[in-house]
């Protein structure tokens, strides 16, 4: 009888371990961060896990720019190899940022929260940079290009908005990065975001704060 009792106590035991790991795993599942899947014009696929913990603002205007429609039939536009390649202006081709800027969420800004480094496949604002990146001028000035870095780059770091890594399609954004380009850094052949698509999971993006242009 006492065997019997130890033997249900254990698989009372086994059981209750299986459901709190089974638990812990639907929180985790549930606590994942955005992922956006990048379809390019030659049908490769790029993903990026997204970390609004680092740049909630940030990502939260590239979601809805994502989910307006707005760098869909946008093409890459300057490639800089062993460095980055960089795209986001209008689809349309009627303007190169969204009409607007945001804060720039990085340290050198004063957003010490972001602690991301640069390295092969970070993903970040791109910003006017005038005479010099340390300008504090052009902190503010992110709007919706952005740019994949291809290697380490340790000058980067804390001067721009990182808020994303490559997950999935690394390679094929290195193979992007050996396009031939013409003297502006623009390939020669066309190569363009086909669609992109974000999938949530539990986090509930806000409408993001902007800062007007000034003419």
Known sequence: MKRKRFFSFVALAVMAAMFFSLAAGCVTIGARKPIVTIEFSNGKEVKIRLYP????????????LVNSGFYDGSPVHRIIEYSFIQMGKSGDGSRSDAGYYIEGEFKENGFVKNDMIFEEGTVAMARVTGDSEKSKDYF??????FFITLERKTTMDGLYAA????????????????????????????????????????????EPKTIPKKD
């Open 140 to 145: 503010n000035t992110a709007s919706s290009q």
């Open 53 to 64: 913990d680092k740049a909630p603002n940030t990502v939260n205007n590239f979601i809805a």
């Open 163 to 206: 808020f994303g890594k490559v997950i999935s399609g690394m390679k094929y954004v290195q193979q992007i990065s050996k396009m031939d380009t013409d003297e502006n850094d623009f390939p020669r052949d066309e190569i363009y975001i086909k669609s992109i698509k974000v999938e949530n999971y539990d986090y509930k993006p806000k």
